[in-house]
């Protein structure tokens, strides 16, 4: 069952990962409050206000940094609070904006039940992550990215409004017009930091005709040819796939190979293998330095069915697993390749946003040389949809009215290099920690040869670093001192802590008592 995230989300003192090595474990909270409602909630921040508790908040559990975990703390759990309502024409409280498509999702619902509502169901598409198992309320409140960000812009830049519970017991309802600093913190400032999300009204979007993946494994027969191949690819991608259509990921690895797992939107498949096609011609040009491992494969499917379960087992069968309890819901699924990461213990996570500069001039050349170099250490990946030049001119303005570090804007990837191991417990294997050490060794490694090519490169919030010493200006930047601000405005006594964020700087590493100053 530790293999079945759903399995896992519904267990009060489990996560979804179950640690990371020196950094944190999993462990359960002594007492947990299972709220259905924000008045379940108010209740619970009196009770822990009163009584000075450790108090965390638990929706999907999925923070790679333990933030919805900690011992000898009160817990509330949001899973119950999963009520998913669509608008025709939303306009927020207290504005006096054009209504707009939206849809009202509780603290506790989950990204894959949610595209099934509004896109298998009503044929829209709403912002989030592209995990299905993700919890809406941390990846909103962390910025976050789904799939087609380039086309759609951070998950945070479509919250239209928010029910949020402070650390006073009120419960407030806030947008662009009832407490705006709140609202803005909100959308990128970090989970569990300025109150309990109960409920999130999102924007939703026309739906694109297609939805589809790219699949493509080229390997270079000497070092050389893999650093003027990833080079290549670097030129290529700023002609061809620098644009709304494109997002997800390419990985050098250390044997010499380039992996290419996309995703697109809008396009055929003509158009889609098309985009690559200059990249082909190089590889072709030279037998006796690049093979082809597997060939260019791309899918297409009709926009509506990209989330859709039963269609998928029908037309993809492998591409998902679902959640075979007796009696769980249908809808229960995952993407096979992200059950990989359930009860899995971290080894090393880190991430850096690389700029458009490194497009232009001799920056290819730059880069190729600092991701062959990083691949030595470590597989390396770029997640294109996780940085937002190359979106337009709105989504980027939209993008811009949030908290995260403003560096997403001009970042055309997110550069991430990460490891992980098993977890022990309940028949599995245990953690190797000599190995588990020597892969963080790597890990942080490989990034400081891709940093290289960009020395002050920000981070993403939710996939940075534990230890990284800089984690206000990686994580923030110019925005940490309003966000400061706002914590004290809200939190003044620090009922909200997690380990990086807003407001942790003042306490101890267990988030128990206040940090020593002078």
């Not at 003192?13 to 909630?41: C, E, F, I, M, N």
Request: proline share 5%; glycine share 12%.
């Amino acid at each position: 069952m530790l293999r079945n995230p759903y399995f896992i989300g519904d267990q009060p003192g489990l996560t979804q990962s179950s640690g990371w090595v020196d950094a944190w474990t999993s462990a359960p909270s002594a007492y947990v409050v299972k709220a259905r409602d924000a008045a379940d909630v108010a209740k619970a921040i009196g009770f822990a206000s009163a009584h000075r508790l450790r108090l965390v908040v638990k929706g999907g559990g999925h923070s790679y940094l333990g933030g919805s975990s900690a011992p000898d703390s009160l817990l509330v759990w949001t899973r119950d609070m999963d009520a998913i309502q669509l608008h025709d024409r939303f306009v927020p409280s207290g504005c006096s904006t054009a209504p707009t498509p939206a849809v009202s999702v509780g603290a506790g619902c989950l990204w894959g039940h949610v595209y099934d509502a509004v896109t298998t169901r009503a044929g829209r598409y709403v912002q989030g992550g592209g995990c299905a198992t993700v919890g809406v309320a941390g990846l909103v409140q962390g910025g976050g990215f789904g799939n087609f960000s380039k086309a759609y812009g951070l998950a945070a830049a479509g919250l239209l409004e928010a029910e949020v519970v402070t650390a006073d017991g009120q419960v407030r309802v806030v947008n662009a017009s009832r407490d705006p600093d709140l609202f803005w913190a909100l959308k990128g400032g970090g989970g569990g930091t300025f109150g309990v999300v109960t409920r999130l009204t999102l924007q939703t979007h026309d739906l694109p005709p297609t939805f589809g993946a790219f699949r493509w494994t080229l390997a270079a027969k000497s070092d050389d040819a893999f650093r003027r191949l990833l080079a290549r690819f670097l030129e290529e991608y700023s002609t061809n796939l620098f644009n709304p259509h494109w997002g997800e990921q390419v990985r050098a690895t250390g044997d010499n190979r380039l992996i290419v797992e996309m995703v697109f939107q809008g396009l055929d498949r003509e158009a889609a293998v098309s985009a690559w096609q200059g990249l082909a011609e190089f590889v072709a040009a030279s037998p006796q330095d690049f093979e082809e491992v597997s060939p260019r494969l791309a899918v297409v499917l009709p926009a509506r069915n990209f989330w859709d379960a039963a269609y998928l087992k029908a037309n993809l069968p492998g591409a998902i697993t679902s959640d075979d309890r007796p009696g769980a819901d249908p809808g229960n699924w995952w993407w096979t390749g992200d059950g990989a990461q359930a009860w899995r213990c971290w080894h090393g996570f880190s991430s850096a946003w690389l700029p458009t500069t490194l497009l232009r001039g001799d920056g290819p050349a730059r880069l190729a040389r600092s991701w062959f170099a990083a691949s030595r250490h470590w597989s390396t990946a770029l997640h294109f949809n996780k940085g937002l030049a190359g979106a337009s001119k709105a989504t980027l303005a939209a993008s811009r009215d949030t908290a995260i570090n403003p560096e997403v804007l001009d970042a055309f990837a997110l550069a991430i290099i990460a490891g992980d191991g098993p977890s022990g417990g309940a028949g599995l294997p245990e953690p190797d920690l000599v190995k588990a050490r020597k892969d963080a060794v790597s890990i942080r490694t490989a990034m400081t040869e891709l940093r290289t090519a960009a020395p002050d490169a920000g981070c993403y919030l939710s996939e940075m670093d534990y230890f990284n010493p800089d984690w206000r200006r990686a994580c923030w930047g110019a925005n940490w001192d309003r966000l400061s601000r706002i914590k004290r405005r809200y939190d003044p006594d620090g009922l909200f802590i997690v380990h990086h964020g807003v407001g942790s700087e003042a306490w101890s590493e267990d988030g128990f008592a206040r940090a020593r100053t002078g």
